[in-house]
């Protein structure tokens, strides 16, 4: 069983619209991040949310952290090919300290 | 800047070979972390050292699964003897633990191990 869930597990749309994917979880994290990965190359990281309840916006990305700090979504406004990878989320739960654990991820594929 | 090192980039062995991997973390990172890749199962954290010392090893698979840290810019992670199931690409990872803004982990680019 996943620490964090993400969904959904695949997601194939057209360039131009927009989408959502989510992490959740039972455990409380003292931070929540979100990576992108492309094939032939390691996760790269996006962005990190602390606070509960905190947005933070990068570019066409809006990310969302839970006010209980339980879960967190990626909203993509406009969405484009270059946009295509895994995008997983990871989070540091708060009674495993410096652990950091991820999702499944999940596969976007933005088709022209 | 250099970012987290590994190699090799891909290997392909026969089962009950010894495999070695090798990371070299960006320098003045003090915390590193191996994780195993999967489709299967994701990303899977295997071990993580700081300042050297292995913190928590226990998402290593079995007892043929072994990591050292002899020096704050090299790790190895070793599997003896290989087996097909432990084909999977293996990610090193470092950080600069401490920051409050939690923790932003580089990866490398991973070594893609085929065990046949």
């Known amino acids: 069983t996943q620490l964090l869930e993400q969904s959904p597990q695949f997601l194939s749309i057209q360039e131009g619209e927009n989408l959502t994917v989510y992490c959740n979880s039972s455990s409380v994290f003292s931070s929540l991040q979100w990576y992108r990965q492309e094939p032939g190359e390691g996760p790269v990281l996006l962005v990190t949310v602390v606070t509960g309840g905190e947005v933070k916006k990068l570019k066409r990305l809006t990310f969302q952290f839970g006010d209980a700090r339980k879960d967190s979504s990626l909203h993509i406004t406009a969405a484009q090919p270059g946009d295509t990878g895994l995008y997983l989320c990871?989070?540091?739960?708060?009674?495993?300290?410096?652990?950091?654990?991820f999702g499944a991820g999940t596969i976007l594929r933005v088709k022209s | 800047d250099a970012g987290v090192i590994q190699s090799p980039r891909h290997e392909v062995t026969e089962m009950g070979q010894e495999v070695t991997l090798r990371c070299k973390p960006i320098s003045g990172h003090n915390s590193l972390f191996w994780y195993r890749q999967t489709m299967m199962r994701g990303l899977e954290l295997l071990i993580y050292f700081n300042n050297n010392v292995p913190i928590d090893d226990s998402g290593m698979p079995e007892d043929r699964f072994s990591a050292k840290m002899p020096n704050a810019s090299f790790s190895t992670l070793k599997i003896q003897p290989s087996e097909p199931r432990d084909s999977a690409v293996y990610f090193c990872a470092s950080d600069q633990t401490g920051r409050s803004s939690g923790n932003t982990i580089y990866f490398g680019e991973g070594s893609w191990l085929t065990v046949v």
């Open positions: 990871a989070g540091l739960p708060m009674e495993y300290g410096n652990k950091l654990v």
